[in-house]
């Protein structure tokens, strides 16, 4: 395999990833009007609703959200320059496991021989998927700690993460293991973590 080509591949696949996480996950705007119900789907309704609750997280209330809500607001409120990079980004919540998923450009991808054998067979555009946990930091943020990548369900090495994540501006601080990404909280949260499928976000 030639490494130099599928570290590329990895490369652009974690930029690509890590830039739904920091611009959708974490990208909170003020609150709209009064909903009620749980949301179920991934929706603009969805989206209100957990932007209420973001409006209680400033007002000193510990909140949960949802994979959906979570997702929507990935959806519904990150910035148009992401939502460019991701198509159909959504999470999901299992124990204290994160899991973001996004749709990227098969020819986006640069050229390696693993994938290579493959693309033909690739359609237009292909799953990404990283799976992680959150890990606690100071000064109002959290770090997702990276434990799996893979690209049309082709798993990238994690021998590639550290090295990317430092070409993306990961700096080393501590507490931050080499591959994982320190993330900004939303206003009004000093710490998260992922428990029994929600995030739960702590004044």
Do not use: C
Not at 41 to 65: D, F, M, N, P, T
Not at 177 to 194: F, I, N, Q
């Amino acid at each position: 395999m030639n490494d130099k080509g599928f570290a590329r591949a990895a490369g652009l696949v974690l930029v690509l990833v890590l830039v739904a996480a920091v611009a959708g996950l974490w990208w909170f705007r003020s609150s709209l009007g009064a909903r009620s119900a749980a949301p179920t789907e991934i929706s603009e309704e969805a989206a209100a609703v957990a932007e209420e609750k973001l409006a209680q997280l400033q007002a000193g209330e510990a909140i949960s959200l949802s994979a959906v809500e979570l997702s929507s607001l990935m959806r519904y409120r990150a910035p148009i320059w992401a939502i460019n990079l991701v198509d159909d980004p959504y999470i999901e919540l299992s124990g204290d496991t994160l899991q973001l998923v996004g749709v990227v450009a098969t020819d986006n991808v640069p050229s390696h021989p693993e994938l290579d054998r493959v693309r033909p067979l690739l359609p237009d555009s292909s799953e990404v998927s990283v799976s992680g946990r959150l890990q606690p930091l100071d000064d109002g943020r959290a770090a997702l700690e990276i434990h799996q990548v893979e690209f049309a369900r082709i798993p990238i090495p994690s021998r590639y993460y550290s090295t990317f994540l430092s070409r993306m501006g990961r700096r080393d601080e501590p507490g931050l293991s080499p591959t994982a990404v320190a993330l900004s909280l939303p206003a009004g949260a000093r710490s998260a973590r992922v428990e029994d499928g929600q995030l739960h976000l702590f004044p």
